[in-house]
């Protein structure tokens, strides 16, 4: 397939912000690992999913890039059990679009390997970007991987372009000791109608906020429970009446001083998972007032040292939230549990697929085998990561029994497997992440008080229409 430009404002609307897509924090760097012993290696380097022979040997080179640095942990077990040096460059997703282009336009031969989460997928596979896996083999594994996973990966005409070897359901992860004192009770399908609907969430917020809690740290926590349908369906905007509920329980949640006022992957949303933080108010969320750096660890404490403290009660977080949660509950270890939500929500998830432009064909496709169909690779990811939720269906029920001490002994690959039955990746589409922004800006103006609900929905149409005039837009 010839390789077609992208264009400059689907590149715009693909800057991500998703610190932990696959649950590592993204940035710049690279790793290159190799082999120590030849002799070892090619004992281990058994074929990544099941075959035979690897056509992996000490020696060889991959050159991978990346969202998330998960990807950097893969390589290294990849390096060590086939001695095959893999040089893995995690870069941000505001600018991986662009360099993906840059380099494939450029006829570049390398990287070797390249991701891609489900917005940018459409685009990717339609410029050519990806290299067709049924031509590796890819159908000879089908029904190994998650179904809804398994269909992402496909293009428009159902050839096989990607893997994961995540799922990624959300759930509302919680405070069980808070719970047991508030609600009588700490059990999942319990709590889980503590968040029934919007009008249920409203009423739960409202009485951990008299008991002395707030139900979340930021507004935001629902949104991965927000979209019931795509936001655009045959070539027009769709804002569905649940979009409409969902403005409103934010606006709620935001005018009844209800959340600690703590935005997303901000310095106080991080400390909330392991202990009280300050409450903070409307005008340093929105930064109408600086003398509160939410983004500053070194000085927050000092900045919010008079400012009255609770503590939060749950987030909202696709399956990767797992491992957001590790790296920050602290002592709170072993008092969290995880949930329904009031829908079946998704988010993230890393698509691993080899460049069409590869020299390396044969050893890409052994390095994607061995990420996301190798059972061994799934078990060691599943410890490595204390719980991230792996995609290959062998290994999700063999560990179906297994109870995670961070969340109370819960069975969360039980608990994610049947939420990932519920998700429907046909709402996912390349326009999403510019009309979702619009569509927040304008909650976030409703709820300030910027602009009227009307006025906030027509600047959300106009922007709709100035970017995507291909889109029809009904007010």
């Given amino acids: 397939m010839k390789l077609k430009k992208v264009l400059a404002v689907t590149l715009a609307g693909l800057m991500l912000t998703s610190l932990a897509a696959c649950g590592s924090d993204a940035g710049t760097g690279s790793v290159g690992t190799g082999a120590s012993g030849a002799s070892s290696t090619q004992s281990a380097a058994s074929d990544s999913a099941g075959s035979s022979e690897s056509v992996a040997k000490a020696g060889d080179k991959l050159v991978v890039w990346t969202l998330a640095a998960d990807l950097q942990q893969f390589a290294g077990r990849y390096s060590e059990q086939t001695g095959v040096e893999v040089e893995t460059i995690v870069i941000e997703p505001g600018d991986y679009p662009t360099k993906v282009q840059t380099a494939l336009m450029g006829g570049e031969k390398e990287p070797d390997i390249i991701v891609g989460e489900p917005q940018m997928l459409e685009d990717f596979y339609n410029n050519g970007f990806f290299a067709n896996l049924d031509e590796l083999g890819a159908k000879d594994y089908e029904g190994q991987i998650v179904d809804y996973v398994w269909k992402v990966g496909q293009d428009a005409e159902g050839i096989q372009r990607a893997i994961s070897y995540q799922i990624t359901p959300a759930g509302l992860y919680y405070r069980r000791d808070i719970a047991k004192e508030v609600f009588g009770t700490d059990d999942p399908d319990e709590i889980g109608k503590k968040f029934a609907d919007y009008d249920t969430i409203l009423q739960t917020a409202q009485t951990l906020k008299d008991a002395g809690y707030r139900i979340f740290a930021s507004d935001s926590e629902i949104n991965y429970f927000s979209g019931d349908s795509a936001w655009v369906v045959n070539g027009e905007l769709n804002v569905s009446d649940a979009r409409f509920e969902y403005m409103d329980l934010v606006v709620s949640l935001y005018q009844d001083d209800l959340t600690a ?215």
């Fill in 261 to 475: 006022y703590a935005n997303q992957w901000s310095t106080p949303w991080f400390q909330a998972m392991s202990g009280d933080v300050p409450i903070l108010t409307a005008a340093i969320q929105n930064y109408e007032d600086d003398s509160v750096n939410v983004w500053d660890a070194a000085t927050f404490d000092e900045a919010t040292a008079d400012l009255e403290r609770t503590t939060v009660f749950a987030y909202g977080l696709p399956s990767w939230g797992v491992l957001t949660m590790r790296d920050n509950v602290g002592e709170t270890s072993g008092k969290w549990g995880v949930c329904a939500g009031p829908a079946y929500g998704f988010g993230g998830g890393t698509y691993i697929g080899i460049s069409s432009l590869s020299a390396r064909k044969e050893l890409a496709w052994d390095f994607i085998k061995f990420c996301t169909l190798n059972e061994d690779t799934a078990d060691w990811w599943i410890e490595a990561s204390q719980g991230d939720t792996v995609s290959l269906i062998s290994a999700l029920n063999k560990h179906k029994d297994d109870e995670n001490a961070i969340y109370g002994g819960e069975k969360l690959y039980a608990f994610w497997l049947e939420q990932a039955k519920g998700i429907d990746y046909s709402k996912v589409t390349k326009y999403d992440k510019v009309i979702g922004d619009a569509f927040g800006a304008a909650i976030g103006a409703i709820k300030t008080g910027q602009a009227t609900k009307e006025e906030a929905m027509n600047t959300f149409y106009d922007t709709v229409e100035s970017t995507y005039p291909e889109i029809k837009v009904t007010r």
